[in-house]
């Protein structure tokens, strides 16, 4: 059993490279449906509950379809994301819009489609209110917890971070909405990025159960959902353990029973917007060995660059990698067993940025030239945040079925593509030859 | 005089904007030939000097064409670059491949276009030989000079970078290109990015000065050129002192004469692969503020994000930034001037993350919504890497001509352009209307 599934073997990865040139990502269908229903097991003792899918983990609307068959909603921050979903299915208020810095027409669009609207400011509830000429009767505010919660690496400390409103604008901010008559109203947070803390969120929601008691008594306001946000991990690295959705659910249940009971007499819904967690695992990177190198260091460089997965080289984060048709040379804890070939290696893209690495100084099966090479944990912020520095094009997406049927959800891009926002009219053009796709 | 020079006033902003739309980034066609011109005159007195702009840097080819009337060469590490060149009208051995990880087909390319290779490894001879079918006549090897030179923060220590061979493989290397047919020889490193420190380039010339005699000792090869790569840095904070053309050119020359002259019969021509010091300072992401808020700090949201420039987000880098018509708050070290209006802000993009941050707590004269924001030195580095997370699209670029005309030379994206890697037709679609541009 090898430390970290990956669903296809090296015969299959070949057939399906003599299709789709390597470098492409691959989503694993079975795996997503399995972890959603899986979270949706644990979570449906909490009234209400729906986790709406970050869009921005994989905004692939094939992937937001399969999301969408589960009854997740989506987390959107722009105007595409919300297209997207709408491609997938997800509409109204399965749409959480929880954006910040908004620009006037994308809250306008949002709110023409039923999308709920989280906003992240006081201000933004004149805006809101002159942008759509009238105020929506739902609305949802971001909160804040500043110095009241600690932080976390990525995520920093909330007292330094843009996001949401203060404790006390939040209560002027509720009182002002119902003014305007707003009717139904929801309060988010979020606070975390990639935490692997289950009593964490428990936490997160006491803070917002809390205020619900305090609001109401406030202000006579009943929420109709407090959404926790998003920022649940996933152990990257040998030794980290995934989070336990049963504990963080009845741990999350047991404050509901404590505060949210006794106070109120209707339920109140219990939101998310998870994304790596949802997809994170059960997305690959699959790129080719092409070359090898050994100078102070070994490396090996493979046809996929960062400008396809920047995490490694943007935050130095720690991705497994595997070798495939190579897998058995490590236990399922990572460890190398012993008499194994191993080495060590940076596996490289052919970025001209020195952190252009997958894996750094990294304990790796000997690996020769043509072996694909295997990065995990991509499924969500992969893709998603790939770029074109260098010229380099982002590849494609790749969709293992359930029926294990492979199809192509996104292409590759092409050199036309990267060029598009050009026009070279203006220029005085060499009349060579364009470059062909391969 | 404001610290920083921007070539526009508020009001050309306004009427700009009244055709383009913010964000966008502007670059100033004169202080561009200028800065070309002044480094041309310092380095003339090198032997067969010439700047190989480091596409990567500003990768528009009205840029490029610009710099090729400056004759400049254009140094390439990917396909695209090289077409990006060849609009420009740069061409042949005005080009530079200094590439890693290469494939195959970029190696037949660039050569099929004349281009001077740059091997990055010992093992891409064998490569190359194998993919061209035959050996070229001029190559050039890139040297990492490992512990013997002492890296800097971005690019990192030289024995820990992915580039060139070692010391012994060079020599390996030439003598084995020699073997194969090659008659013309070029001598390449780059240990740095973003160095202010003049001496620093002069000791990297005499790295490879020293080469040059050794190589022509053991086996007579008698170098063409050498190539100190890019790596000169821009000074973006108050307090930093700009590189001195002048001083490194004639600290060069002086070794060159001591080391070169009385060793050879014949010249060494003096190459660079610089972008930043190149573009940088003269192109500007021009930004509105959309909104302000005030939590456990002040913010300022502008229309751009980190989509559009990487550097502040990515690396922590700091970008000077003004508003257009409150230059004259600070004086020419960038200090406010007593009685001025300062505010301290962070000053943000709509990204939801919270690393998209232009400034972070940073003294700035008082902005109102509505206000030009100005991220200086943005002009390279800049569109280049940006990127499309939480369905941001990147914007354009204009250029002011000498001539005081502006012109576009990249429109922003479409969301037509974000969607067009994907086939919605697999998607059992919402039948509504599309997200309309503005």
Redesign the interface.
């Known amino acids: 059993m090898p430390f970290k599934p990956f669903p296809l073997t090296k015969n299959q990865l070949e057939t399906i490279a003599q299709t789709y040139e390597t470098p492409f990502y691959i989503y694993d269908e079975k795996a997503i449906r399995s972890n959603a229903e899986k979270l949706k097991a644990a979570f449906s003792i909490l009234p209400g509950f729906k986790e709406y899918y ?3 983990g994989c ?4 992937i937001l ?1 399969i999301l969408r068959d589960e009854d997740f909603g989506g987390d ?9 979903c ?4 997800i ?1 109204g208020e399965n749409v959480m819009f ?6 006037a ?1 994308e809250y306008v ?1 949002a709110n023409a ?1 039923g999308a709920i609207l989280n906003l ?2 006081i ?2 509830i004149d ?1 809101v209110n002159e942008a759509l000429k009238g105020f929506p009767e739902l609305i949802c505010f971001r909160y ?1 917890p ?2 009241l919660k600690k932080g976390n690496a990525i ?2 400390n ?9 404790r006390d ?1 939040l209560f002027e901010a509720y009182a002002k909405a119902k003014k305007l008559g707003a009717k139904r109203f929801g309060l988010h947070t979020m606070v975390a990025s990639n935490e692997l803390g289950n009593d964490y969120f428990i936490e997160t929601a006491r803070i917002l159960y809390e205020l619900a008691v305090e609001l109401k008594h406030k202000l006579d306001i009943t929420l109709e959902f407090i959404n926790m946000g998003g920022g649940i991990g996933i152990p990257y690295k040998p030794g980290e353990k995934s989070v336990d959705y049963e504990y963080i659910a009845k741990g999350i249940k047991k404050i509901y029973d404590q505060i949210i009971v006794p106070n109120f007499d209707t339920e109140i819904k219990f939101f998310m917007e998870c994304s790596r967690v949802i997809t994170g695992p059960y997305g690959w990177l699959v790129t080719r060995a ?4 050994h ?3 070994d ?1 090996i ?3 996929a660059t960062m400008a396809d997965l ?1 995490r490694p080289g ?1 935050y130095g984060a720690y991705h497994h990698v595997s070798v495939a048709g190579k897998e058995n040379v490590t236990d399922e804890n990572g460890n190398f067993i012993d008499g194994s070939d191993s080495h060590v290696y ?1 596996v ?5 940025e ?1 952190c ?2 997958f894996a750094v100084q990294r304990k790796l099966p000997k690996i020769e030239v043509g072996d694909f090479v295997i990065v995990h944990d991509a499924g969500a912020h992969g893709r ?11 590849c ?1 997406e790749l969709l293992l079925r359930s029926t294990n049927k492979i ?1 192509q ?5 092409t ?1 036309d ?8 009219k ?5 009349s ?1 030859a ?2 062909k796709e ?1």
């Not at 909330?158 to 203060?166: D, N, Q, R, S, W």
């Not at 203006?426 to 060499?430: N, V, Y």
């Open positions: 970050a869009v921005k905004p692939n609307p094939y379809k959107c921050s722009s105007l595409p994301e919300i297209f997207l709408e491609k997938a299915g509409l929880t954006s910040n810095e908004t620009p027409k669009y489609r992240d400011d201000t933004h805006f804040n500043g110095p995520i920093g909330p007292e330094e971070a843009k996001y949401g409103l203060t604008q092409i070359h090898e190198k100078i102070y260091r490396y460089g493979v046809d920047m943007m940076d490289v893209g052919s970025l001209c020195n252009d690495k998603a945040m790939g770029f074109n520095y260098n010229g380099k094009l982002r494609g199809v959800i996104r292409r590759k891009e050199y593509d990267y060029f598009a926002t050009l026009d070279f203006g220029l005085a053009t060499f060579g364009e470059p391969k």
